[in-house]
């Protein structure tokens, strides 16, 4: 059964970075493509990057280029999400999401889930 824990959640002031990591178990990912998706409050799920494990192909939404990056170690099992130039509306609950198939920028298409890291980003 796939597991994803997410942890690197924090407060942080505006600029400042954090790396949030998800470490996956239960399955072999190489076949699977891994998703990080946000939740503010009164919000839905915010698509934010997603990497393909085989070929580590990435996309990141408009609102996390040049800012975020997703990576994966293949040797640890786990998936990163390293972001800076933090910005106060960056504040929500971050998930780590995983799927089989083709990569995908919405909720639904994804399977797994974490159980989310807060990022406070104070002003």
């Known amino acids: 059964q796939v597991q994803l824990v997410e942890s690197g959640g924090g407060l942080v002031q505006a600029g400042g970075s954090l790396r949030l990591s998800c470490a996956a178990s239960?399955?072999?990912?190489?076949?699977?493509?891994m998703g990080w998706f946000r939740q503010a409050p009164g919000k839905g799920h915010e698509f934010v990057a997603a990497?393909?494990?085989?070929?580590?192909?990435?996309y990141h939404a408009d609102a996390a280029k040049g800012r975020f990056t997703i990576s994966v170690d293949n040797a640890k099992n786990m998936v990163y999400l390293q972001m800076n130039s933090l910005k106060p509306e960056d504040t929500a609950v971050y998930y780590c999401?995983?799927?089989?198939?083709?990569?995908?920028?919405?909720?639904?298409?994804?399977?797994?889930w974490g159980r989310g890291t807060q990022v406070t980003v104070s002003s």
């Open positions: 999401a995983a799927s089989l198939g083709q990569m995908g920028i919405t909720w639904h298409e994804y399977v797994y």
């Open positions: 239960g399955d072999t990912f190489n076949n699977y493509h």
């Open positions: 990497i393909n494990w085989s070929d580590l192909s990435t």
